[in-house]
């Protein structure tokens, strides 16, 4: 693990601490397929920080999913970048099963409890839409379909 990579690990503990969890020691005998475990309450999360979630490879992802299903765990990849291209704050991304994303979105989600609104996908950027919402809100408003299309 290089330094830059062990200072995001530090990083994302730094901000698990701060919102209460309590963090496992790192193991440094051999590489694993997670670099954090943490606890609050009933939560358990394990992490793993990778600087290109493009060289992730089906087997580390698996490995992962299947260590964090068993003793009901979520996983999670912390990165900021595929393929050299740079990952977007605020948006969630998969790898193979495994959600992914940047250290700022994490510290949103950890530390503030905003959670994003997009999801990349083949193809594009994907935002869930609460149709009924915005059914009752335009008839609030008393706008016909056609005037806000």
Request: hydrophobic fraction near 35%.
């Amino acid at each position: 693990m290089t330094s830059r990579e062990m200072g995001k690990v530090k990083a994302a503990e730094a901000v698990l601490k701060e919102a209460g969890f309590t963090v496992s020691q790192r193991c440094r005998s051999r590489p694993s397929c997670f670099d954090i475990a943490a606890r609050k309450d009933d939560s358990i999360i394990l992490i793993k920080v990778k600087p290109d979630i493009g060289c992730v490879s089906p087997y580390d992802s698996l490995e992962l999913r299947i260590i964090s299903e068993s003793v009901s765990a979520a996983s999670l990849f912390i990165s900021e970048k595929t393929r050299e291209k740079p990952l977007e704050d605020d948006t969630v991304y998969l790898r193979y099963n495994v959600l992914a994303v940047t250290s700022k979105t994490f510290e949103n989600i950890v530390l503030r409890q905003v959670y994003p609104l997009i999801q990349a996908g083949p193809g594009g950027y994907y935002v869930e839409i609460d149709g009924e919402a915005i059914k009752r809100r335009r008839q609030e408003l008393g706008l016909s379909v056609g005037d806000v299309t």
